[in-house]
């Protein structure tokens, strides 16, 4: 028992020791190799890509800037879905995704890199090898972001927005939907209420009723001693007229002015 527990204890030492010096030196060694396959890599495809695309005119005024977009988007995608499956991949569907888009991505950089072997000393390609490099390569600028697309939605995160805003989008639209029901349904009713001889009988009276009450307001208006006054001030005012002075006449006697109202021989 002596002998177990001492054989334990040091079996446990030496598992600390192994934790603390071999841990940081293993993550060391890993990165350093991940890194040097990485940037050999981006060396082949950007040489590759640079080969394929050559003459073509899709790519001559932006050669230098598309030949690179690959090299960019594969080689990020590689350290990315490791550091996914070792940070922050949180879902499983995201972690299996990462795993089997991992093994693709590698077997596309591990393809380019035996490629540029292939190249002659003239740096002619083989026909599929062109084809390959024209129109398979470059599909590569769509698929990454795509794939980090699905990633992104993938995440518990997102997918507990998504499932939120799927639902109230769903309630919105049976909500609207009730809506436009129930206004046709009131419509309808509106409009066969209207045809019924009942309303038709209710909307005569009211317009009767409407006619006489404005004819009474119209009718209480009137104040039968504003009309004697306005007919007084008539009457005061043709009196006035009347007795104004009437104006001379004018003649003319001998080539002179007489106002007197005589008249010359």
Do not use: C
Not at 16 to 39: C, H, P, R, T, Y
Not at 47 to 56: E, I, P, Q, R
Not at 57 to 65: E, G, I, K, N, P
């Amino acid at each position: 028992m002596k002998d177990f527990d001492k054989y334990l204890k040091r079996s446990e030492r030496i598992t600390a020791e192994v934790d603390k010096s071999g841990n940081g030196l293993g993550m060391f060694f890993a990165w350093a190799m991940i890194i040097v396959g990485v940037v050999v890599t981006a060396i082949q495809t950007h040489g590759l890509a640079v080969t394929g695309m050559k003459g073509s005119r899709l790519y001559d005024a932006w050669l230098s800037v598309a030949s690179w977009l690959p090299v960019f988007l594969l080689e990020g995608t590689a350290i990315g879905l490791t550091l996914g499956r070792l940070y922050f991949f949180k879902s499983t569907e995201q972690r299996k995704l990462g795993f089997v888009a991992s093994f693709a991505v590698w077997i596309v950089l591990a393809f380019n890199t035996v490629a540029m072997f292939i190249v002659g000393n003239d740096g002619a390609l083989p026909g599929p090898l062109q084809f390959y490099t024209r129109y398979v390569l470059p599909l590569s600028i769509v698929a990454v972001p795509y794939l980090w697309k699905w990633l992104l939605d993938l995440h518990p995160d997102s997918q507990e927005r998504i499932a939120t805003l799927e639902a109230e989008s769903s309630y919105n639209t049976q909500w609207r939907t009730i809506q436009r029901e129930q206004r046709d349904q009131i419509i309808g009713a509106y409009r066969e209420a209207q045809d019924s001889a009942e309303v038709k009988e209710a909307v005569k009276r009211m317009a009767a009723k409407a006619a006489i009450d404005r004819a009474a307001q119209i009718v209480g208006q009137i104040d039968s001693h504003q009309v004697d006054e306005a007919r007084q001030k008539i009457a005061d005012d043709k009196a006035l007229v009347i007795q104004q002075p009437a104006k001379p006449v004018v003649t003319w006697r001998g080539g002179q002015i007489v106002q007197d109202g005589t008249r010359g021989n």
